[in-house]
């Protein structure tokens, strides 16, 4: 699985991508994905160019600063992320959130919608990767209270949204809080039908397949939404997971390719997100 994986990114992945393997399937060292990843990097602390495949064009945005920091913390590296709060900071609403995509955002997915209201989703995405990454910083402390109170305010979500709520869960500070808030959004996930446990639900809205399996939610098994699934569900989703290697050594992804370099660009990075999973759980060595 590994060695088929290995020769579809070599043939296909950007450098970030075949970096990024290296270190985590091939023990190569941190520095290089760290440089990769500067490289998407603005004079405002700020990432664009196209980090998260998605948002083409130069412009920072919250979704690429998100991903820049998750990849400084998958690495270990810390140093950059003071620079990054800084950029938060000046896209900050009042009440501690940040938009979705600002608009500043140029050649963008159609799912891309500027605007200028706080998202709870992208909001608790940036929290939940600082609070793992042990960063202080004025920006974490309102964007936290502000994914503190709209968390308790939740009453109907969507798929995405509650992977982000559960992201930050896992890693926000007062673990109390977060395991009573954790047992309520599995409660909502289930009842509204958030989650795809074999038989194709999907969500209003969304693409035929584009659908969250229990290893979205719990990428983990120390994920405190692994607690949400039975043992069973797991193991079945797990092996659908495996199976969806194809032919190439890659995986591929359910939602639209809005422009052709996406695709190109996409299924190396949900390749090595299926490999870390199967990984986690004891699935390949």
């Known amino acids: 699985m590994i060695e088929a994986a290995r020769s579809f990114l070599w043939l296909n992945a950007r450098v970030l991508e075949q970096r990024r393997f290296a270190h985590l399937f091939d023990g190569g060292p941190a520095e290089p994905v760290v440089a990769a990843v500067l490289a998407y990097r603005n004079d405002d602390g700020g990432f664009g160019h196209a980090l998260e495949p998605d948002g ?10 998100f991903t820049a920091l998750s990849l400084f913390e998958e690495v270990g590296v810390t140093d950059h992320a003071d620079a990054a709060c800084d950029f938060l900071t000046t896209i900050t ?13 140029g050649m963008r997915a159609p799912w891309w919608q500027p605007s200028e209201d706080s998202d709870l989703l992208v909001t608790a995405l940036l929290a939940g990767v600082l609070h793992r990454m042990g960063v202080e ?11 503190w109170q709209r968390l308790g305010e939740l009453t109907k979500s969507h798929p995405y949204e ?14 109390p809080r977060a395991e009573r808030e954790a047992e309520r959004l599995c409660a909502l996930v289930r ?3 958030l989650v795809d446990l074999g038989d194709g639900r999907r969500t209003e809205g969304y693409a035929a397949g584009e659908t969250h399996q229990p290893h979205h939610y719990a990428p983990t098994p120390d994920c405190l939404a692994r607690r949400w699934f039975a043992d069973d569900e797991i193991d079945a989703d797990l092996d659908a997971l495996a199976a969806g290697q194809q032919e190439d050594g890659g995986w591929t992804f359910p939602w639209a390719a809005w422009t052709p370099v996406t695709t190109y660009e996409w299924r190396p990075v949900v390749t090595i997100e299926a490999l870390s999973t199967l990984r986690a759980y004891d699935r390949i060595s």
């Open 137 to 147: 910083h004025r920006w974490l402390d309102a964007a936290t209270a502000f994914c």
């Open 93 to 105: 609403n009042a009440d501690g959130g940040v938009p979705n995509c600002l608009g500043t955002a």
């Open 56 to 65: 083409r064009g130069p412009g920072s945005q919250p979704l690429h600063t």
């Open 191 to 193: 009842e509204q039908g």
């Open 162 to 175: 509650a992977n982000a709520c559960a992201r930050f869960l896992d890693h926000v500070p007062d673990r």
